[in-house]
């Protein structure tokens, strides 16, 4: 097991149980004290978990904390590799339209070191990320602001992200189907993807394997009109074959 692999791990433990001891971790996973603490020490510095006497607890959440805050904390480690692969296909001077989405503003942090991208979203905090990139344009959509993550939607976005035509669509999603459907929890964001996904050479899905036993009830697309989908784990056997026979491209660590 990498050690990314660990630390959601320990994080999907401390999360069920709340608490637990550097020892007790290190039995469940296999592994000596001394790894333990070497994982679990970033997670500390992030603020996800607090360091006891002999363990670590649940950092709880600050009174001010909103849902999308929530999300951020959640599969962390995954994430941030998920990310980290997508930086790795993007080249500097790209042009790209990022949703918003937990998966997504780790994309942009990790996108930090890139230059001269051109990027179109509907999100305040992927935008204030990438603005300060040395020569990066940021088009910001206007429309109705929501509070929980502060993105813009509405009919204005949707005209506003059809005047540009852009390399990669980048989305972020709730659940993926066996049957290979990308699926959301909320109508206005499955029309933001599905417009963005019309403006782009390539759409990219960025999915941690929480998504494939999750479920939504709107579906933003299917497999045809995806062209990669980067996660950090292989998906199931079934939808690795579907994958496979519509030339989606599977990225793994």
Do not use: W
């Not at 500390?44 to 959440?61: Q, T, W």
């Not at 899905?205 to 009109?225: M, P, T």
């Amino acid at each position: 097991m990498k050690q990314h692999q660990r630390q959601d791990a320990i994080l999907s433990v401390i999360q069920a149980r709340g608490s637990c001891s550097i020892i007790e971790l290190a039995d469940m996973l296999h592994v000596s004290d001394e790894t333990i603490r070497r994982n679990v020490r970033p997670l500390i510095e992030k603020g996800y978990l607090h360091k006891v006497h002999g363990g670590v607890v649940l950092a709880p959440p600050s009174e001010d904390e909103q849902p999308f805050e929530r999300r951020l904390r959640s599969h962390a480690a995954a994430k941030e590799q998920i990310a980290n692969l997508l930086a790795a296909i993007v080249d500097s001077g790209d042009s790209l339209m990022i949703d918003t989405g937990s998966t997504t503003a780790y994309v942009a942090r990790a996108l930090r070191g890139h230059k001269d991208l051109n990027v179109v979203t509907n999100c305040t905090e992927i935008a204030r990320t990438l603005v300060v990139g040395a020569g990066n344009q940021v088009h910001l959509a206007g429309g109705q602001l929501r509070r929980d993550d502060s993105a813009v939607f509405g009919s204005s976005a949707l005209t506003f992200v059809g005047q540009f035509q852009v390399k990669y669509a980048v989305l972020s999603i709730a659940a993926i189907s066996l049957q290979g459907e990308f699926m959301d929890h909320h109508m206005l964001e499955a029309e933001f993807s599905r417009a963005m996904i019309k403006q782009a050479q390539q759409t990219i899905v960025v999915a941690d394997s929480s998504k494939f036993s999750n479920s939504a009830l709107i579906q933003v697309c299917s497999l045809q009109q995806v062209d990669m989908l980067i996660c950090n784990q292989a998906p199931p056997a079934e939808l690795c074959a579907l994958l496979e026979q519509h030339d989606v491209q599977l990225v793994l660590p």
